[in-house]
């Protein structure tokens, strides 16, 4: 599937004239199950800009243009074997609008409140979907976010909302999707990754203890080498995230290559 200016140019004449149009395509969609037949999935993230990321290997605003953004993630979507899509109400609603989510997962993202670089980046608020929209837009999962920084005290509060989002999604026998990853700060005081299997494995074992239901979580962790004692931390379904392309997105031979 291809997007063409007067596409694009019709969407934003919906948005200033229609509005409901997006969020009613969303929500009558045809749907499908989250595992589908054979429980394997290949999700296209596109959440990214909603906590200001922009970038993308070493094109720092390789995101920043929505028309090209929604052409690489249709063409994402129309590759064989790709099965659905996480992102904001925003790029969901527009995806769905242009026809892009029939019989896919769609799930949306909900605490984007660390804005990237932000002082207070490790302090995942839930600025994008809450509980009743997730559902009320017939979504099939939400997707939550949490960094564990032993030494920032932010950090404790999104745990707290994390678990209660879990068991919210549980109650509405919705998939929660939880990406918890081991967070450090650097000597400028920065949030950086903690890349270590071990704290890996420890911040999933957390993230699936969290909530009064597990019945629907589903865990997004980084790929590692040592993949096999990271997985066995859990019993939860895993979507391992494919890692960022290096180099210029636009000599990229991914799906998101401009045509």
């Known amino acids: 599937m291809t997007l063409t200016r007067e596409q694009y140019e019709a969407l934003i004449h919906e948005r200033v004239f229609a509005p409901t149009k997006l969020s009613d395509a969303l ?3 045809k749907r499908r199950s989250v595992a589908g037949d054979d429980g394997n999935l290949l999700i296209i993230a596109a959440d990214h800009t ?22 690489r993630t249709l063409a994402c979507l129309s590759v064989p074997g790709v099965d659905g899509v996480l992102g904001s109400a925003d790029v969901l609603e527009e995806l ?19 804005i990237m670089g932000a002082t207070w980046e490790l302090d995942d608020r839930i600025t994008a979907y809450d509980l009743d929209h997730i559902a009320e837009s017939g979504l099939d999962g939400g997707k939550t976010l949490i960094r ?10 999104t745990i707290e909302t994390v678990a209660a989002t879990v068991t919210g999604l549980a109650d509405r026998g919705v998939m929660s999707l939880i990406e918890p990853l081991p967070y450090l700060k650097n000597e400028q005081g920065k949030a950086i990754l903690d890349t270590s299997d071990e704290s890996l494995a420890v911040v999933v074992a957390i993230a699936s ?29 895993i979507l391992m995230l494919g890692g960022e392309p290096q180099g210029n997105p636009a000599e990229s031979s991914t799906c998101g290559r401009p045509g």
Do not use: C, Q
């Open 209 to 237: 203890g969290l909530g009064s239901s597990s019945a629907h979580s589903w865990l997004k962790i980084p790929a590692t080498a040592g993949m096999k004692e990271v997985a066995a931390a859990t019993s939860l379904p």
């Open 148 to 157: 564990i920084d032993y030494n920032d005290p932010a950090v404790a509060r």
């Open 96 to 114: 769905a609008w242009l026809g892009a989510l029939e019989n896919k997962v769609a799930l949306g993202t909900m605490n984007r409140g660390g």
């Open 27 to 29: 929500r009558n969609r």
């Open 50 to 71: 909603s906590r200001g990321k922009l970038s993308l290997g070493s094109d720092r605003t390789a995101m920043a243009d929505r028309f090209t953004l929604l052409e």
